[in-house]
């Protein structure tokens, strides 16, 4: 169970975590503008504007991740296939963000996948 608690804990992290490749951008664009930050990301370009998609990304992903986490508590189908998906999804996750980062779109979408699975799995997995 800490497995998955501290998954959890790491997956509520990594949308902030990926902030700070957008607000690096920002930066770069004249100053960070606090007073209108979601302005000033609306006109980043290249590296900043897929900074700004995976940090997006990286919310819209934790919704499932956290649905399948509490059909796994529910369960109580908490061991070790469940643990090493909620591993995968993180390391997928990661890895979304670095490709995004520097553009390697295919294996983004390809590391995606992987991370879209994991949960899907782990619900499946919970049905048993």
């Given at each position: ?20 490749p957008v607000a690096i951008a920002m ?102």
């Amino acid at each position: 169970m800490n497995t998955l608690i501290l998954c959890a804990i790491i997956a509520a992290l990594l949308p902030y975590l990926a902030k700070a490749p957008v607000a690096i951008a920002m930066n770069k664009q004249g100053g960070y503008d606090n007073r209108h930050p979601r302005a000033q990301q609306s006109k980043l370009t290249g590296f900043g504007a897929r900074a700004l998609a995976a940090h997006q990304n990286s919310f819209e992903s934790l919704l499932i991740f956290t649905i399948a986490l509490v059909v796994v508590f529910a369960s109580n189908t908490i061991n070790s296939t469940t643990e090493t998906l909620a591993i995968i999804h993180l390391i997928a996750r990661v890895l979304y963000c670095i490709c995004y980062y520097v553009n390697w779109h295919i294996l983004r979408s390809s590391v995606w996948l992987v991370g879209l699975i994991c949960p899907i799995a782990m619900m499946i997995y919970s049905l048993n």
